[in-house]
């Protein structure tokens, strides 16, 4: 049995050891590439006195002696700049010293290769940086002079003859033409740190042009006399201005204007930048208004479409490891005033981890105009956001399937950012010599990563798979195809390590190779390499890539200015196109594949527009927000809910406002009541004839005699006069428990939009409630009440009640009774509910009850002999909790049964829940101070990769939590080691409250029949943050339920940040219970707000509007952009079936609330594919209605 076992392991040892990889590394000895980047430290040269001294070197690609194999350049700092010529066959020769390239002795950053006079050879610019002595910055041009008799290259320094001998602190040069004259100019990226400052504290940004460290912009003007270009710096004229300690700028024509952009990633807190070209010479910081964050500690970067859509993407690198005990190692406290004083000192929302952001094009405005663009961050949906203390993002298709994959480089060699050094080195230099504080300093050697582009949008790590498990500190890194065979191999600069070579040894597919293609430029006179060009490919029916030729790329370093395409099976191309800068194209049709495309400007004659690249065709929906009249603006005050619980993942004090929409004067005409507060109490929308509307206060008076928090709004006849009248739910998270603030109130209306609050018509309940729902369950005529609990102030995330209020008025005395014991006794403790919606799950008749809710699964209550009973468990939906936050329903196959959509927090977040590895928060007052301490948890990597259940929050804000924890964690390291079991005792353990999620998905609840659902996830466009008002409508005119959403969450933990990448979304149904997402620009519906409520109603004119609201935000009012209809159903209509005229049918269900924080209008839209509706009320009868 030994000997078996033994020879199984082998078996099993050489079966792995045959497992393809995509990258082989090839070693120094059969390459010749023996480059290290060697730091040696020193009393003046060290990362206690310098910031910088470890951010590396770049690499350049260059074919430098035009022999048809790329040649590569290493940026040394201490040590030499290295030149090999690729000899073939990854073998490559040091011509370095014949060449006259080594840098000169001086600490070489960025690496630009550029043919900079247009003679055909390519030319290297350096960029020196570090040194006190402003001589040894200065940066050297090694002008090409052509190839001696031995085959080398000969260079000569020339950087004073062209004007860039810069001797400013500089990082990297990217060559391009900002002004469209021809001729590239030049953005320097700078980074001069200031000893008098400390980079991380908040101050007025310097936006005259007299900041230290600043960006430069340098023209390329051309001298006839010396027949070569002399640059000038235009920086302060242009508009460069901006300080930030740059690392790295890509150049690319973001908003598709036909103009260069430039997008700058700036360390520390200095705000990214991006400069929009003006096209008159000038340049305007446009980040805030295209990014709703960006990384704090912003790396290398790089600008490409990942999901193939034809828009610019962009990833940047920050420091955030994947690892819990790197993470709790090397994190800091959060802190709430940090994110105030962005808003207070103008600053960009920034959080430390790397940012993927997709552009989703063209924002719509008021009446179609259109705008920027606008971009969604899904670092953390995409699983691309924590690859520690990482510099340069290789953007492009390794593997040739199709899509762009990512590769990262990282590595510090001394981890200043160690807590437990951090500690130590504040005292230490008050007794210990420099020489043994640097001793201290922890060193920690990391493998680069590698990620596979799955679908456009999400990546899996495959560092292991493809050969990038090789610990380095690796900074400067490009891709090139250095062996011309189609697959882009890699050159890694290294500190204190040989540099990494690594051949692409192809993705293989059934023993199929994918394909395909690259495109090589011959441009004008003036830019030989048609830098700035844009190819497009079209093929296998309707795929899409594009490349725009910028090779100053990731961090530091220059790739070759060709273009590459991956095709997967494709072996032909219907067609390219190259679309110059000068505004003419050329097109190759039916090209093959695996070949390399010459594509010669002079060959271009056809001209193109860019205001024609992405049209604004006309939406379903337009804001006619302006055109309505309606100018409101939700106001709050900021309440800290994290001074009450340290832990919470969210604040449970910003969910408002509401919207409630009905006819609330009677004149025919829907109107809108928004939640108010203590800024701004509840205000009317009342609309009028013309399609306007007029804003007035709820109530008379002007302010509340009590600092309320409007929860939910119902619109509903609570008395039997016709007259709709309001209620509305105390909410929020401010006042302790069983305050008065937490009231609900019910307010009567006059039959004149006038309203009067009904003193004791409600039972007294001082818990703080966020929806409330209505539904005559007892068929007695009268609406009866559904009110949620949403959490018991201060204990979050202990359940709480709900409650069940029967209407009991008589002879027009409202009275509403709590009957939750008698009607539906497990409402008691039932959880943290959000939502709620009544409607017939299954189809018998009686309408039941469904809860969405945090830490819960979506709770199914069928109502049985007129109770309600939880059937959960036998729906499908009870082992999937999650943080459910909203509810909409509708038939979207046409079966005759309702299906649900219920939102949930999405897949953009740190916190990934899966039934194997779910989110747990732990609770109870653990160290009896009259506190609840709540943990959040979550399963991470520990040091040997295993998945355990480690805190969410680091070290400090824990024992801001329990104090108690300082005496049982002295040191980071020990807290970096613990999991949830030896955070907590076990005692403490199993007397504490336990609540888990395994779906954060947003999900689709296809209705079986007979109680049960199938739970499918919306499109990952719906998952990119959380999910709240939702309407689903016809919107098309297909005879399909679509459904339009509104979302984020602001006021997340701040150490995870915003829930912001939602900008609305419109999702079109199939009829088949699939969705497609739509664009904003074919949409129409831009909120990218921390949005809350949507509401449909009736508009002037038979008008079909939708309003929307957010946080701080405006009210919106869109308008559907079609000729529509509308029946309007009575108060105490139920349901109805729809019969369209090609036989199909379709149930819809009226309710009174629906989604988050929404009531909409309860009518039927109408259009020409239907036949007939049928008609219920609550008492069974129905009506019929042709059209």
Not at 650 to 663: F, I, R, T, V
Not at 691 to 717: N, S, V, W
Not at 965 to 974: A, E, G, P, V
Request: glycine share 8%; proline share 4%.
């Amino acid at each position: 049995m030994k000997r078996l076992l033994i020879s199984f392991t082998i078996a099993i040892s050489l079966c792995s050891c045959k497992k393809h990889m995509l990258f082989e590394q090839i070693s120094s000895s059969v390459s010749g590439v023996t480059f290290n980047n060697l730091i040696t430290e020193n009393d003046s040269i060290n990362p206690i006195d310098n910031a910088t001294v470890y951010n590396g070197g770049g690499v350049g690609i260059g074919d430098f002696n035009n022999d048809g194999l790329p040649d590569v350049y290493f940026a040394g700092n201490m040590v030499p700049n290295k030149l090999y010529l690729n000899k073939g066959n990854f073998r490559f020769e040091d011509v370095t010293a014949k060449a006259g390239v080594d840098g000169k002795g001086r600490w070489a950053k960025g690496v630009s290769i550029i043919d900079i006079n247009n003679d055909g050879l390519a030319d290297i610019y350096v960029c020196n940086s570090f040194a006190n002595d402003a001589q040894k910055r200065q940066n050297l041009l090694y002008v090409n002079q052509g190839v001696g008799k031995d085959g080398v290259p000969m260079f000569k320094e020339e950087a004073h003859e062209y004007g860039l001998d810069i001797q400013l602190f500089s990082t990297m040069a990217s060559f391009f033409d900002y002004d469209n004259d021809g001729d590239l100019d030049m953005y320097l990226t700078v980074n001069e740190p200031n000893p008098a400052e400390f980079p991380n504290q908040f101050r007025p940004i310097n936006i005259t042009g007299t900041g230290r460290s600043m960006g430069r912009l340098y023209r390329n003007d051309w001298d006839p006399k010396l027949k070569h270009p002399v640059f000038k710096d235009v920086s302060l004229a242009a508009g460069i201005k901006i300080e930030g300690y740059g690392h790295a700028a890509t150049i690319a024509d973001i908003n598709l204007d036909g103009w260069k952009d430039i997008y700058v990633t700036n360390d520390f807190l200095s705000n990214n930048i991006l400069y929009i070209n003006n096209h008159d010479g000038t340049f305007t910081d446009k980040s805030k208004a295209y990014f709703k964050h960006t990384s704090f500690n912003a790396m290398g970067q790089d600008i490409e479409d990942i999901n193939n859509d034809g828009l610019a993407d962009i990833f940047e690198l920050d420091m955030n490891p994947a690892d819990n005990f790197r993470k709790k190692m090397m994190s800091g406290p959060s802190s709430y005033t940090t994110i105030q004083n962005f808003d207070h000192y103008g600053y960009q929302y920034q959080y430390v981890r790397n940012t993927l952001q997709l552009n989703q094009g063209p924002s719509v405005g008021e009446n179609n105009q259109p705008g920027d663009p606008t971009f969604s961050e899904i670092g953390f949906l995409s699983g691309v956001s924590q690859t520690d203390w990482s510099w340069t993002p290789m953007v492009t298709d390794f593997d040739n399937d199709g899509y762009r994959d990512i590769i990262v480089t990282n590595g510090y060699p001394r981890d200043i950012t160690d807590h437990d050094f951090i500690a130590y080195r504040s005292n230490a230099f008050l007794i210990t010599p420099k020489k043994e504080v640097l001793k201290q300093i922890p060193s920690v050697k990391i493998h680069n990563y590698a990620f596979r582009n799955q679908d456009g949008v999400q990546f899996t790590d495959v560092s292991t798979n493809w050969g990038m498990d090789i610990p380095s500190f690796s900074n400067g890194a490009v891709y090139a195809d250095l062996n011309n065979d189609g697959k882009m191999d890699l050159a890694i600069n290294n500190i204190n390590d040989e540099a990494l070579i690594y051949k692409n040894t192809g993705a293989e597919d059934d023993g199929n190779l994918n394909h395909y293609l690259k495109v090589k430029f011959k441009g004008p006179n003036q830019n030989r390499q048609g830098i700035g060009t844009f190819v497009d490919i079209y093929y296998q029916h309707g795929l899409h890539q594009v490349y725009e030729n910028n090779p100053y790329r990731g961090y530091l370093s220059s790739i070759e200015p060709i273009a590459h395409f991956g095709l997967g099976k494709s072996k032909v191309i219907d067609s390219v196109v190259v679309r110059w800068p000068n505004k003419y194209k050329q097109t190759f049709l039916k090209v093959n594949a695996d070949q390399t495309l010459y594509a010669n400007v002079n060959d271009a004659h056809r001209a193109y527009s860019f205001a024609n690249a992405v049209p604004i065709k006309k939406p379903l929906f337009t804001n006619i927000t302006g055109k309505s009249a309606v100018n409101y603006v939700h106001r709050d005050t900021d309440y800290k809910d994290f001074n009450i619980q340290k832990l919470l993942p969210h604040k449970l004090s910003e969910y408002n406002p509401a919207l409630s929409a009905g006819d609330i004067n009677g004149d025919g005409l829907d109107d809108i009541v928004v939640g108010g507060n203590l800024t701004t109490p509840a205000q009317v929308f009342l609309q009028q004839s013309d399609g306007t509307f007029k804003q007035r206060g709820l109530l008379a008076e002007k302010k509340y005699d009590h600092p309320y928090l409007d929860g939910g709004i119902l619109i509903f006849d609570s008395n039997g006069d016709k007259f709709p009248d309001v209620l509305i739910t105390g909410s929020g998270y401010k006042a302790p428990a069983n305050d008065a603030v937490y009231q609900d109130r019910l307010y009567i209306n006059d039959g004149k939009g006038h309203f009067t609050l009904a003193k004791g018509a409600l039972p007294e309940c001082f818990k703080s409630k966020l929806c409330v729902r209505a539904f005559d369950y007892n068929n007695d005529g009268k609406l009866d009440l559904f009110i949620s609990g949403r959490v018991e102030p201060w204990r979050y995330p202990e359940p709480v009640n709900s409650y069940i209020l029967r209407n009991d008025t008589k002879n027009g005395k409202v009275k509403f009774t709590d009957v939750t014991d008698e009607i539906a006794p497990g409402l008691k403790k039932i959880g943290l509910i959000c939502d709620a919606l009544f409607s017939d799950f299954d189809n018998d008749g009686k309408t039941d009850l469904i809860l969405a809710g945090e830490w819960m699964p979506v709770t199914f209550l069928k109502n049985i002999g007129g109770k309600f009973v939880n059937v959960t468990a036998k729906s499908g939906a009870g082992d999937k909790p999650g943080w459910w936050s909203s509810i909409v329903a509708g038939d979207f196959r046409h079966t005759g049964r309702t299906d649900y959509v219920v939102g949930n927090v999405g897949m953009n977040t740190l916190y990934q829940a899966s039934a194997q590895f779910p989110v747990f928060i732990t609770a109870n007052d653990f160290d009896k101070r009259n506190r609840f301490d709540a943990f959040p948890s979550l399963f991470l990597p520990g040091k040997d990769g295993i998945q355990r259940e480690y805190p969410a929050n680091v070290r400090d804000d824990a024992f801001k939590q329990m104090i108690s924890l300082r005496t049982k964690f002295t040191n980071y390291h020990s807290y970096a080691e613990a999991t949830m079991q030896d955070l907590l005792s076990p005692d403490q353990m199993k007397n504490a409250l336990r609540l888990k999620a395994t779906e954060l998905r947003s999900c689709y609840f296809r209705n079986d029949g007979n109680s049960k659902f199938t739970i499918i996830p919306l499109p990952i466009e719906a998952q990119v943050s959380a999910l709240n008002g939702m309407v689903t409508d016809d919107f098309d005119a297909d005879g399909n339920l679509d459904l339009a959403i509104n979302g984020n969450d602001f006021g997340t933990d701040v150490s995870i940040g915003r829930y912001d990448a939602l900008n609305g979304l419109l999702l079109k149904g199939d009829g088949k219970g699939g969705f497609s997402p739509l664009s904003t620009a074919n949409s129409g519906a831009y909120l990218p707000g921390d949005g809350k409520a949507l509401v449909k109603l009736r508009g002037a004119a038979n008008s079909y509007l939708l309003a929307a609201s957010e946080h701080l935000g405006p009210l919106r009012i869109f308008q559907l952009n079609a000729k529509t209809s509308m029946l309007k159903v009575n108060d105490d209509d139920q349901s109805a079936v729809i019969t369209y005229k090609n036989g199909s049918s379709t149930k819809q269900e009226f309710y009174y609330g629906s989604s988050f924080l929404s009531q909409p209008s309860r009518f039927i839209l109408i259009n020409n594919k239907m036949a007939q509706v049928s008609i219920k009320n609550y008492s069974g009868t129905t009506r019929l209605v042709k059209f």
